[in-house]
């Protein structure tokens, strides 16, 4: 299982890698909303929709606003005003709020149980994880990949954490397989990987080193607490969704991962975040 996930991991970087660097954003913000798309197309069937004609009208839904934003974008030159802090605002809030709600009870609100809720939920926090990719690649693609890469740090150091030590689990009604032990090891390996980042900062500007320039240590660590905390919280939260649904994987598209959204789901909540502490 270990070689799988290895493997479709370096088969997506070989992927993500030449778009990212590309000096056009229009690569890049494609490849982004086609894994976009795929994970709202999982989304919607572990809200509980099965016929392909709901499947259809979401999708046709999506392809319009997404177009539609696609071609804003395009306008605003990939660069979207500093007015729009309140956007990441409401969506932080928004993340922290379901978070909270569904998280300490394992169990999704009942008000969002229902299928055309909680797909409409899904269609506005994944278009909002999109423009946040596309927006901190307007900033530079080092700048966009430090972000990613804090992600990737911490679900391989959870991993073998967990692995190594992990004895007390963290949320067992959850996710039985996450424990208190990959947490911590998960926090160990971000605080470093953001100190090395800083350390990089001369060669190499990238989100923690703008972080701690305009905040200081404490804020850098503060901030790196924070989205630690969405970002598990983040993949919590989709596996109450898989529960719910009474399946194992979001997908298979991905061999070793399962679906799409098993390989963002951490980043869902963790993007908008990241946008909005870097605006503070």
Not at 91 to 110: F, K
Not at 248 to 271: C, E, F, M, N, W
Request: proline share 4%.
């Amino acid at each position: 299982m270990l070689r799988q996930r290895i493997l479709t991991a370096l088969v997506l970087m070989a992927l993500l890698l030449p778009t990212l660097f590309l000096r056009d954003p229009l690569p890049f913000a494609l490849l982004a909303l086609a894994f976009c798309t795929v994970g709202m197309g999982e989304w919607v069937r572990l809200a509980g929709y099965r016929r392909w004609s709901a499947l259809l009208a979401w999708s046709l839904a999506w392809s319009v606003v997404a177009g539609a934003l696609l071609w804003l974008l395009r306008q605003k030159a990939w660069l979207m005003s500093a007015d729009w802090i309140w956007f990441w605002t409401a969506c932080s809030g928004a993340w922290l709020l379901l978070l909270g709600l569904s998280l300490p009870r394992a169990r999704v609100p009942a008000g969002l149980r229902h299928p055309g809720v909680l797909t409409l939920l899904g269609f506005l926090l994944l278009l909002a994880a999109w423009l946040a990719l596309v927006e901190l690649r307007a900033q530079g693609a080092v700048f966009l990949l430090s972000l990613l890469a804090m992600v990737w740090a911490a679900d391989i150091a959870a991993y073998f954490g967990g692995r190594a030590w992990g004895r007390s689990k963290l949320a067992p009604a959850i996710s039985p397989g996450k424990t208190r032990a990959g947490a911590w090891t998960a926090l160990a390996a971000t605080l470093l990987y953001a100190a090395i980042c800083v350390g990089l900062s001369s060669r190499l500007p990238n989100y923690f080193s703008q972080i701690q320039i305009r905040l200081g240590w404490a804020g850098l660590l503060l901030v790196v607490v924070a989205l630690l905390v969405f970002a598990i919280a983040g993949d919590l939260f989709e596996s109450l969704l898989k529960r719910a649904a009474g399946v194992k994987d979001s997908g298979k598209l991905l061999p070793g991962h399962g679906g799409v959204l098993d390989r963002i789901d951490a980043l869902l909540p963790v993007l908008p975040l990241a946008l909005l502490l870097l605006a503070l």
